[in-house]
């Protein structure tokens, strides 16, 4: 069975930096896109950056970022570990929500992790 589990938020005051990661299992479970989303007391669910392999034959990727968090939060994956991580920098109270991790399995499935507060102060 599928499992994302979130690790690494936590309170941090605005400017600061958290490094958010998602660890995929089983460990052959190789989704075509992963990503994480935020969603904030009272907020819809938001795509906050995703990291999409081109191919199955290729290790290229496409990334895209929400627009307010372009410059500031970085996705990067890893298939040894079957990882993704976010690494926010300049972050702001705006950013303060439960953030999630998604798995799309080549569109034949989605899945998410239970998600982990990230929470900054002014």
């Known amino acids: 069975q599928v499992q994302l589990v979130e690790s690494g938020g936590g309170l941090v005051q605005a400017g600061g930096s958290l490094r958010l990661s998602c660890a995929a299992s089983?460990?052959?479970?190789?989704?075509?896109?992963m990503a994480w989303y935020r969603q904030a007391p009272g907020k819809q669910r938001e795509l906050v950056a995703r990291?999409?392999?081109?191919?199955?034959?290729?290790?290229?990727?496409?990334?895209d970022y929400l627009d307010s968090v372009k410059g500031r939060f970085t996705i990067s994956r890893n298939h040894r570990k079957n990882t993704v991580d976010l690494q926010m920098n300049d972050l702001k109270p705006d950013d303060t929500a439960i953030y999630y991790c998604n798995a799309n399995d080549w569109g034949s499935a989605i899945y998410w992790g239970q998600g982990t507060q990230v929470t900054v102060s002014a």
């Open positions: 990291i999409t392999t081109v191919a199955r034959i290729t290790t290229s990727v496409i990334t």
């Open positions: 089983p460990s052959y479970f190789t989704p075509s896109a």
